[in-house]
């Protein structure tokens, strides 16, 4: 797949501000700070289309990135992060679950864990839940330069096992794992030839 270009069209908290649907959508979810925003940037090669911080639970919207004019990334809120009030978390799980159970034009979830750490239990608790719905997913391990490559292995492992499914190893810093993301959304979107898909 060649991204290019890549726009974020609307942060929405319900179903009525979801943006009219395009043929696709993958959904990105996974722990607070586990560099989803990165992983969007390094798939879209844009610095700055999503917002990054070194402070978990920035991202408190679901976010829809138009991708070639023909499907959508959405980014949904990071679980787990323990500084925001039981209500608002109450409330992101209840747009979240909302978008995860109701969206038919979702096709595919994109669970992002740190490579460094084992999955949490609210990465289980997702991944059971991703089971139980049957769409397609993926694994991808984050922050992959921080290991060396052997340990990178070891890490991979051990989430291999804990999660049930071979996760990609992905380093937003040196793009190692782009082309395999890519090359999954290859097989999930469904092709148009004039998006550039």
């Known amino acids: 797949m060649m991204i290019k270009n890549a726009r974020l069209v609307v942060s929405a908290v319900s179903s009525a501000q979801y943006p009219p649907p395009l043929g696709a959508e993958i959904a990105l979810v996974g722990r607070s700070n586990v560099g989803k925003s990165s992983l969007i940037n390094c798939l879209v090669k844009r610095k700055s289309l999503a917002r990054t911080s070194s402070t978990p639970g920035k991202t408190q919207t679901l976010n829809f990135y138009k991708i070639n004019n023909a499907w959508y990334c959405v980014d949904l809120p990071g679980y787990g992060y323990a500084r925001?009030?039981?209500?608002?978390?109450?409330?992101?799980?209840?747009?979240?679950?909302e978008y995860l159970n109701?969206?038919?034009?979702?096709?595919?979830?994109?669970?992002?864990?740190?490579?460094r750490h084992l999955p949490t239990a609210n990465d289980l608790l997702m991944r059971n839940w991703l089971i139980e719905r049957?769409?397609?997913?993926?694994?991808?391990?984050?922050?992959?330069?921080?290991?060396?490559?052997n340990?990178?292995?070891?890490?991979a492992e051990k989430i291999r096992s804990k999660l049930q499914l071979t996760p990609i190893i992905f380093s937003a810093l040196t793009s190692q794992g782009r082309q395999e993301v890519l090359a999954w959304l290859n097989k999930i979107i469904p092709s148009n030839p004039q998006s550039g898909c």
């Not at 925001?84 to 979240?96: L, N, T, Y």
């Not at 034009?105 to 864990?113: A, D, E, N, S, T």
């Not at 769409?135 to 490559?149: Q, V």
Request: proline residues 2%; glycine residues 6%; contains cysteine.
């Open 151 to 155: 340990r990178q292995k070891q890490q």
């Open 84 to 97: 925001v009030s039981k209500k608002k978390r109450a409330k992101w799980g209840e747009f979240i679950e």
């Open 134 to 149: 049957g769409l397609p997913c993926l694994i991808i391990a984050t922050k992959a330069d921080k290991l060396s490559r």
């Open 102 to 115: 109701n969206r038919e034009q979702l096709k595919g979830i994109i669970q992002v864990v740190d490579l």
